[in-house]
């Protein structure tokens, strides 16, 4: 048996020399070619490295990227200021009937349900999303801010809290919102099963269901809203107040500084910057609202039966998409177009004001 | 002596790992198993959804030793339950020792390992996992000997004069504090009433914080919760328009709503779809953004810094303006992978193209490799090292936590792509929706019975189907995710 055990073993290790020496010669062989080439090449005075530039090493290393983002990125960026001007853009047919400079953009402003409500619904794309933009940015970062203050003031348990706080951010939107939708049902839902608990009868109050009225599904959308995205506000703003110099708060202490004074000399003041790029990312992201909608309410953003719809500006781009009709892309090119303006002038202003630094 | 006794309990530690990973892999292998057996009211091909509730199965078709068992749908149910608890609490105890083990060093064995190893023999114990649990018994009086020299005897006859010790060190405090309180002036009186009004002011404010914080986290909890719950009710306990019930017993958690899911719903082949495309756009975006990332770092050439502001300024574009025009792209005028008759369509290759690269991942990667000091790639080079060399010999190994973030990220990203995959299933054929991906599976399925009742547990199963691997991800690599995030900002 022992013999045996020797026996494959030294097979084993003989076939493994056999694999090795075969890769060596192989590279033997390979180096032997390399040096060849150099050789020959300088019998004949070239020097390949010296004739390659850098950005012709670049563009080697970039090309696969270049490519993709030329194909996927820069020509959609080009080809959409194209679709804007074109008239009556049929896609399958590929052909256009004339040229306008805003005849699309004026379709879009004065298009029912984009701006000014239609003669059915009692709301517009716009009107809903400066709604959800102005009510759920301001209390998801006051929310935040409050929660990472206190946060940072405790010790045991704080990575458990941090860790529950962010898990809405690694969620699926759309998953996340099915259960929203099924916790917010008029009857045996959990929200009406907890108001009811208070002695309110919630037996009729519908949310996402028929008979909800506006101001209800708009509740609903900017809870699920804040409840989605407080965890990367919390996140960044306990990073950033963690980064504050501790002095501050032991000048503070000595001087027996009440806490509400801390939190608005000390903390507001150093974290701004940060409050700052905050608000501002939130307000885009906020402005591009469009998976929560569908979760909640279906794709087309209305709650069964009701006059009005929660459509956001993206969820009106959207729509036009199919491109089943004519002239249908250049209008959503033109929506985007405008989604795009409003985020540029955020992100400008953004840039200026944290140049100035938004400090004490 | 102590030396040997260290390495002797990272032995045992190792054997007792080897153990536990089997034990979990005995979860996973019996749980399959017995979720395969589970049985469906069938029609033929398709499930009889309505029946799914009435339906009462006696299994009793059991190989082996176990031919004699016969068992009804709630024992049935209570065993899976059983599984699922035992791996949830077995999996991460085996995934944290690993790490742990792996930097174990001497000066890491004190009376809290200790104390930790015994209570996860007791958990071991719990979770049928006998070996482990006297593996780890035994590693427990190995710690024992190593810090106080005790072998178990001795160790069991020193627990009584300990207590008897701690008691009476306990008296003699006590008589000193009476002793403290003697004195009694007006002014340490003072004192002594202010440090208690502080000492209760900031206990209140404490209670009040962790009020607030227990609050939100509930706030934040109920959701899953309420999610996992009700993807294991029955039809009629997930639509009931009284009273919903908060807690289940574990044999009355239907596991049979995800089978049901996964077959007759089609989720298991949404899933597959989905992790095809996560893995190949994952693939071909850490090979473009390496490359880019390495292009932008190192290498000079003319118009750098133009090119790369260029591509971040691209960052602000709003996806929806690329979507229109790529989907033209797509379609029959530009690759004409979409829009043709059944059979022609390349689904997945427009789905996974437009998403092989990303301007913040090479942002985020070359702030990576610009940290790595020049010196390094200058000596590299001096000893012949060629550029390409360099970078998978020394750059992508120094830069792979950032690599893994962004792997992860990406395959989150494509686990929860709704829009794109969207559009495209919808034009041209109808099997489009045979190449849908797992979100726009879970909103555009049809949960809805010909009676036109809303199967919620099935909407709800299938949606716990998505969020589950996201949290099971999320909660293995944390700190990489946390980090990156951090650290790129991508979503707002």
Redo the contacts between chains.
Sequence with gaps: MGNFIKNAKEFLIKIGNAIKNFFWNIRRYINKFKRKISDFLDKKKINPAGKFPGWAKALVYLSPALIVLGIFTFWPIINSFALVVYENYNMTSDSITGYTIFGNFIKVLTDESFIVPASHTASSAVINTLIIVFISVPISIFLALGISVALNSIKPLKGFFQTVYFLPYVTNTIAIGLVFAYMFKTQGGLVNQFISFFGIDASELSWVETNAVYWRSMFVLIFYSVWSSLAFKIMVFLTSIQGIDKQYYQAASIDATPKGRIFSKITVPLISPMIFYITVTSVIGAFKIYNAIVALFGVQGTPPGANYNLQSIVMYIYQFIDGSKEGQLSVAAAGSLILFAIILVLTIVQMQVSKKRVHY | MEKQLFLKSKKIEKITLIFDALAVITYIALFLFLFNHLQMPMDGQSVILEDLETFNPIYNDFPGIFSNLVLNRGQMNSIISILIIFFIVAFPMLFINIKKNKTRTIYDIDSYSTASTFVQAIINLLTFNFVGAGLRVYNTFVYIKFLKGYSPKEFFKSIIPAIKNKRAERKAKKLEIVEDEEVKDEYSLSIKKSIRRQTAVSTV??LL??L??VL??L??????Y??VL?SVKTFSES??????QFFLWIDRWNWVNYKVVLTEQNFGLYIKNTVIVALLSTF?TI???V??A??FAR??????EL?FSI?IM?M??????????????V???GFGWIGNPAGENQYFLAMI??F??S?SY?FFLRQNFKQIPESLYKAARVDGCS?FKYLMRVMVPIASPTIFTITILNI?GS??A??WPR?IT??GDINGSNYWL???A??DTDFVLDTGRVM?NL??A???L??VP??I??FMF?KY??NG??RS?T??
């Design positions: 404010r404490l914080t962790y607030f914080l939100i986290a706030i934040i909890i109920i959701p899953f309420w999610m009700t639509s009931s328009t009284l009273n919903p071909g090979i473009t953004t490359l880019s390495y292009a290498i000079e050439f003319k118009g750098r090119l591509l691209t602000m574009i709003p996806g929806e303006l690329y979507i229109i025009t790529n989907f033209i792209t379609s029959k005028n193209l437009p092989v690269t301007i090479i550029d989150f686990w929860n709704y829009i559009i919808s034009v797992i979100s726009n879970l909103r919620y909407q709800i299938a949606s716990t998505v969020t996201l949290l991800v999320f944390r995710i946390m995030i951090g900002g979503k707002g």
